[in-house]
């Protein structure tokens, strides 16, 4: 079964990764062979595509090259104090140049929540599953990102509604390869590796991720929990 759950998850990688060559290469070709009878709009048009599809290729590039420095645990993080409410704005503004079209509610503290955290693997958990919420709130385009405090850890709450996930699915989808055969296999582009990675990272620096979802109210919520700066947890991960 695991053996098919691979052979699968190749496939798809493999699809991944033609469908922005095919279009890369597309477009390149049409300027080349039309530049004299395009106009500049047009040009603008494919060189954007064109730009888009690159980004998309890194990023799975990018997924791949993580997960086997996970997997080979040869991923090492640098934690410092890290202010978790304007690293979340930061990300979430760069999703919005590529996503102009949904809307981003915020409903941070009016405190700093200081974290002891590496800020660009967290940037990376953040983005990951920030561009999940995207994915999957097509029907209403509508993203929540709330921060609180909880115990020993500052807490990052991602909310994205017109979807759900069965009870089932809760505790599997962080598992690697297993977006292949869940409910999102053909709801969207990826890989499925993104919250493998997320979950993964956030565990090497002591944190964790959960997710809930209700059917009747049609929302999928991630929760981060991020632990909270202290001098003496910083002396202790020294040399992490």
């Not at 998850?9 to 070709?29: A, D, V």
């Not at 405190?111 to 029907?139: F, G, H, R, V, W």
């Not at 493998?196 to 929760?223: D, N, P």
Request: proline content about 1%.
């Amino acid at each position: 079964m695991q053996k098919n759950i691979k052979e699968e998850f190749i496939s798809t990688l493999s699809h991944e990764i033609r469908t922005p060559l095919t279009s890369i290469k597309g477009f390149s070709q049409t300027m080349l062979n039309s530049w004299e009878v395009l106009d500049d709009e047009k040009k603008k048009e494919f060189l954007e595509i064109i730009l888009n599809q690159s980004k998309r290729l890194i990023n799975l590039v990018e997924n791949v090259l993580n997960v086997a420095r996970i997997d080979s645990n040869s991923s090492s993080l640098i934690l410092t104090k890290v202010e978790i409410n304007k690293l979340i704005q930061n990300c979430a503004n760069m999703l919005k140049i590529s996503n102009p079209e949904y809307k981003f509610n915020f409903e941070l503290t009016k405190n700093e929540l200081n974290c002891l955290i590496d800020s660009d693997k967290t940037q990376q958990i953040l983005i990951n599953i920030l561009d999940n919420a995207i994915k999957y709130s097509i029907n209403s385009k509508k993203i929540e990102i709330k921060t609180s405090n909880k115990l020993d850890f500052n807490v990052i709450s991602i909310k994205n509604y017109g979807n759900y996930i069965e009870d089932d699915y809760l505790n599997k989808i962080f598992e690697k390869f297993y977006r292949i055969d869940s409910y999102i296999k053909s709801q969207a582009q990826g890989s499925g590796l993104g919250l493998y990675i997320a979950k993964s990272l956030v565990e090497k620096m002591q944190g964790k991720i959960e997710v809930i979802s209700s059917k009747k109210e049609k929302f999928v919520e991630f929760l981060i929990y991020l632990p909270i700066y202290e001098v003496e947890k910083l002396t202790k991960n020294i040399g992490v």
